[in-house]
Structure formats: C-alpha cells, structure tokens
C-alpha cells in the first residue's frame, strides 16, 4: 500500500512540474531574459551614480511580470495558429496540454501584476510605458501579422520600449539617451525578424501570417530592407556617444560591430537564401550583446541629458 502511495505522489509531483513548466513556457524565458536585459541596461546608463538596488529590483521585477503575461496573452491569441505550424504546434495550447481559459487567467493576473507593481513601486510613467508595450504587441502587433508585411515595423515598437522604461524608472523621465536607446533596440529588431522569417516563410505562411518574405518571394525587397535597417542601424548606434552617455570606447566598439552587421548583410542582399539568412540571424545575436556590454562597460557618470 505505502508503495502505491508513493507510487501515486510521485505522478502527482511529475504532473505538477509538468505543469509548471507548460506556464513558464506560455512565458517565453528567453524573450522576458532578453527585455530584462535591454530594461537593466536603460536603467543603469539612466542612473546618477551608483544603481538605486531597491528600484532596479522593483523595475526589474515588474517588468518580468507584464513582459511574462505579454507573451502568455500573445500565445493565447495566436493559439490556432501556433497549431498549423511545425515549429510552434507542441506550445502547450496547440498541443492541448493547458486549458486557454487557465492560461488567459494567468496572463491577464501577471501582466496586471506586474503593471500594479511598476505604478507603486517604480513610477507612473514607467508603468504607463510597460502598458504600451503590452496593449501595442497583444493588440496591434498580433493581428496585424494575419493582414500586412508591414507588421515587422508596428512589431519593433513594443520590442524597443523596455530599454526606455528601464531609463524612465532610473531617470523619471524620458530623455534623449532613452529615445536613442528605444531607436537602437527599434531597428535592430528589423534585420533580426526578417532573418527569422526568411528562414521560417513556409512555415508563417501555414500559420497564415504576411510577413515580407512571405509576399516577397524572390526576396529582393525583402533583402533591400534588411540592408537599408543595417545601414540606418550604424550611424544611429554611435548616438549615446553624441549625447555623452557613453564614450569613445563604446563609440569605436559600436562602429566595428556595425561595421561587421552591414557585411553580413551583403550576402542577404544579393540572395536571401537560408544561408545567408541563418548568418544574419547569427550576426545580429552577436551584435545586441555585444553593443549592450559595451554601453555599460563605458557609460559616462553621470549621464549629462
């Protein structure tokens, strides 16, 4: 009998972490990484001096909430869809594994969390950015896939915003830094998500999304672009120098890594092949990263606007 038992609360625990792992996947762990680290840099190049730990915590805490139910309520929307396609039909609604009832709870309970929590603990207006980021990505961004290419653009504005926020909760206002910060993470996002879509189009196409790539089928718009974005990118990258938020290191730093991006982007240009999209894609992980650390690594104290 004891071994049934045990038997009986092992299932149970296995279940449960089963469980727990199909909700924290609803949360996309890597993109909320990724907004932790563009808010995290926002906030330290924003602070006069040594970090406020207590409110770099409460950002940070915050904005892992609303940017967990973001993502949660996107899946939810785009749950139909997730299940025509190979790479996201095993997401825990396609694949039936949660009810989209319990998973529509959870997200609208974190992102509202998480908003209560910047408003009280942070500042309004960061609040307020946090709530434009879920309302533009949930409710614009979403459906707007299923109708125009011109979603990757619309799509680059709830992406860029964290970086803003984390200089609005530091600063308690926006400021020319900020907006250099948002204009940076907004364009890099272009050449980055169009990659992705090259090398996914047959799949976005199941799913009934218009991405560029998708009504570009020679790719030659599709490649133009991701050259003019990288082209846009370089100069605008050395900005933070311009506005002593950062200096000289980071200025040549940021000149070779876009230097290094634009190259990649050559090969896009004359055929948006799958090779040539995967070593974009590659490029412009590296490149993020990259230019994040050097912002940090050489942020002027304090930052003068």
Request: with cysteine.
């Amino acid at each position: 009998m004891s071994a049934m038992n045990e038997a009986a609360r092992s299932l149970t625990r296995a279940a449960a972490r089963a469980r727990f792992a199909d909700f924290l996947e609803l949360t996309k762990p890597r993109v909320t990484a990724l907004v932790l680290v563009t808010t995290l840099v926002g906030f330290y190049l924003a602070s006069q001096g040594p970090m406020d730990l207590l409110l770099l915590l409460n950002t940070l805490v915050g904005t892992a909430l609303v940017a967990a139910g973001t993502s949660a309520l996107n899946q939810y929307v785009e749950r139909e869809e997730d299940g025509r396609m190979a790479r996201t039909r095993l997401r825990p609604l396609p694949a039936g594994r949660l009810d989209p009832a319990h998973a529509l709870i959870f997200a609208s309970a974190a992102s509202v969390t998480g908003l209560l929590h910047l408003a009280f603990t942070v500042n309004l207006l960061t609040a307020g950015l946090a709530a434009l980021t879920l309302l533009s990505y949930v409710f614009v961004y979403t459906p707007l896939k299923r109708k125009t290419s011109l979603c990757t653009l619309v799509g680059a504005i709830p992406g860029a915003l964290p970086p803003l926020g984390g200089w609005t909760a530091a600063h308690g206002e926006i400021a020319a830094g900020g907006i250099a910060l948002f204009a940076i993470l907004f364009v890099w996002q272009l050449p980055h998500a169009l990659a992705i879509a090259i090398l996914y189009r047959d799949d976005y196409a199941r799913g009934g999304f218009r991405l560029l790539p998708i009504v570009d089928p020679d790719g030659g718009t599709t490649g133009r672009q991701i050259m003019a974005h990288c082209l846009v990118l370089l100069p605008l990258s050395l900005v933070p120098t311009m506005l002593d938020v950062t200096g000289p290191f980071y200025f040549y730093g940021a000149l070779v890594l876009g230097l290094g991006l634009t190259a990649c982007a050559v090969p896009i240009l004359l055929n948006a092949s799958a090779r040539a999209a995967r070593r974009m894609l590659l490029a412009s992980v590296v490149y993020l990263p990259l230019l994040l650390c050097l912002m940090a690594f050489d942020r002027t104290v304090p930052p003068l606007r």
